[in-house]
C-alpha cells in the first residue's frame, strides 16, 4: 500500500505541473519514460518538474517525455491516466507560469542553465528528425518498443533455467522454465504483426492473423522457391511486411468494396491475398535476410572485433541523438530470435559507461560548481543502471566537448567486448532494453556464465575509465573552465552588499546587467558549449 501511495503522489506531482488534466492530449510509457503529448507546452514547469525526487530528468521529442526509471514508471503511468480521467470534467488547465522579468541576473553558470541548453539541443534536433525515413524508424520503434517488458522477462527466465541446467539443479522445474522463456519467442511474429497494423493504421488483429501464418507448424508441408518452408522462416521481418501489406490490402478493400459486404470481403481478401504473398514470397525473401543479418553481425565481431566494437561503441551515443539507433531494434529482435541472445547490444551498451565516466570527470574538473555537482550526483544512479539522458542533456551534450569524450569512453569499452568475441569468448543479451548495470541479469554467451560477466564487467570498466581520462584531460578548455568552474555560493562580502540577500555572482561569466546575454532557454540563443 505504501508503494501504491507513493506512485500515486508521483502522479499527482506531475499532473499540475505538465498544465493540468486539460493540458494532456495522450499518455504511454516505454521503459523509463513517461510520454505525454500536450496541448500547450508552453504550460509545462520545466524545472519544477526536474526538482521532483522521482525524476531524473525531461526529454522533448515529439512527446514530451519525463524519465523516471524502469520499473517507477509502469508504476506511475496508471496512477497518472486515473488522475488525469478525474481532472478532465475539472477546472481549465492552469495558466503558463509566468516569469519576473525584473528578477535579478544570475551570473554562475548553473545546472538549470546546462539542462535549458540541452533542451534547446534536443529541440533543435528534433526539427532536423521530421525527414519521412526517420518518422519511419519511429514507427518501427513503436512496433517494437512495447514488446519489451516480454523481452525482458523471457530473457531473465531463460538466464535463470540456463544457470540451473548447469548446475544440474532442479531438473523437474526446468522444463516449466524452458517453456516459460520459449513461449514468448516462438509466438513474437504474431505480436509483430499486431502492433505493426496498429501502428500504419490497419485493423490489428488482422495483421496479427497474416503473421501467424509464419509460425503456424503447418507451413512445413509447403514448397516455395524450390524449397520447403519451416515454422518461423522470415522471424519478426517476416511479420513485419506481412502486416504492412495486409495493411495496405485492408485500406484498397474500404475503398472498393460496398460497406454491406465489408464486413465479410474485407477481413477474407486481407488475409487471403496477404497470405498468400507471405508464404510464396515474404518468407522465403525475409529468411535471407534474417539469415544474412545473423551472418554478418558474426562476421562483423569474428573478423573486426576490437576496431569494430570500438567503431560500434563510440557511435552509439551520436546514433541515438540523430534517432538512428532505432533502425537497431528489429536488427537485435532477429539476432535473439536466431541465436537466443543479440550480440550487438552489450558492445552499444558501452556508450553508456563513457558516459558515466565522463560525468564522474566533469564533477572532479568543477569543484566549485555546486549545482552541476548536485545534478550529477542525483543522476549517476541512473547512469550506472542504463538510464542516461539525465546525464546526456543536463550535463555533457550541452557542456560539447564532454559529450565527445564520452564517446571516446564508449569506444573503448566496446573494443574491449569486441576484442573477446574476436578471441572467441562471445557476450550477448537475451533482450533489448536495459543496459549499464542492468543488464547484468541478460547476460548469455558461448562459455560459462561467469566468463560472460566478467567480460562485460571489463568493458564496463574500460569505458568508465576511458571516459573519464579523455574529458579529465581533453574535456574542458580554458574558457570552459572560467566559465563554469565558478562557486554557487556568493563571497561574505558580496551578501552584505544586497543587504543580507545571497546571490549567485561571478566577475566575468555571462548573465550579468551588462553582460548583454540572453535567455539561456531560447533554442535559438542557447549554444553548445565546445
Known sequence: MATEDKNR??????????????????????????????????????????????????????????????????????????????????????AAASTDSSAPAVSAVSAEELAAQGAAIKAQQKAKNTTPF???????????????????????????????????????????????????????????????????GGTPILGGAVAAIIVFPGVANIDAFGQTLSPGQGGVLGALGAAVLAVYVEKWCRRWVPEALDVLVTPTLTVLISGLATIFGLMYVAGEISSAI?????????????????????????????????????????????????VLLPILAMAGAGQVGAAMAVYVRLPRNESIRRTIRSALPAGLLGVGEPLIYGVSLPLGRPFVTACVGGAF?????????????????????????????????????????AIYAGGLLAGYVAGFLATYFFGFGKDLLTEFNVSQEPAPSTIAATGGTPRETTPGTRGGPDSGDTDPGSPEKAPVRV
Open 294 to 342: 545473423g551472418t554478418f553481425a558474426d562476421w562483423l565481431l569474428s573478423n573486426g572485433g576490437a576496431g569494430a566494437g570500438f567503431v560500434l561503441g563510440g557511435l552509439f551515443l551520436p546514433l541515438v541523438m540523430l534517432g538512428l539507433h532505432q533502425a537497431l531494434i528489429p536488427i537485435h529482435t532477429t539476432l535473439i530470435e536466431q541465436q537466443g541472445y543479440t
Open 413 to 453: 569499452g566496446g573494443g574491449f567486448v569486441g576484442l573477446f568475441h574476436q578471441l572467441g569468448d562471445t557476450v550477448g543479451s537475451t533482450a533489448i532494453g536495459p543496459s549499464g548495470w542492468a543488464l547484468f541479469p541478460l547476460l548469455d554467451g558461448n562459455h560459462s556464465l561467469g566468463s560472460t560477466l
Open 134 to 200: 526517420k518518422l519511419f524508424l519511429r514507427r518501427i520503434a513503436n512496433i517494437f518498443v512495447p514488446l519489451i517488458p516480454a523481452l525482458i522477462g523471457c530473457g531473465i527466465i531463460a538466464g535463470l533455467n540456463g544457470l540451473l541446467v548447469n548446475l544440474e539443479w532442479l531438473p523437474a522445474v526446468t522444463p516449466a522454465l524452458a517453456a516459460m522463456a520459449s513461449g514468448f519467442m516462438a509466438l513474437i511474429a504474431v505480436f509483430v504483426g499486431y502492433n505493426t497494423a496498429k501502428e500504419f
Open 9 to 94: 503522489a508521483t502522479a499527482a506531482a506531475i499532473l499540475p505541473l505538465v498544465g493540468g488534466a486539460a493540458n494532456v492530449a495522450s499518455i504511454a510509457h516505454c521503459m523509463t519514460r513517461l510520454r505525454l503529448g500536450l496541448h500547450d507546452r508552453s504550460l509545462v514547469d520545466d524545472e519544477a518538474l526536474k526538482a521532483l525526487p522521482a525524476v531524473m530528468g525531461v526529454v522533448e521529442d515529439d512527446t514530451y517525455q519525463i524519465v523516471l526509471g524502469p520499473g517507477t514508471v509502469a508504476r506511475v503511468t496508471p496512477e497518472f491516466e486515473h488522475l488525469v480521467e478525474e481532472g478532465r470534467e475539472a477546472a481549465p488547465a492552469p
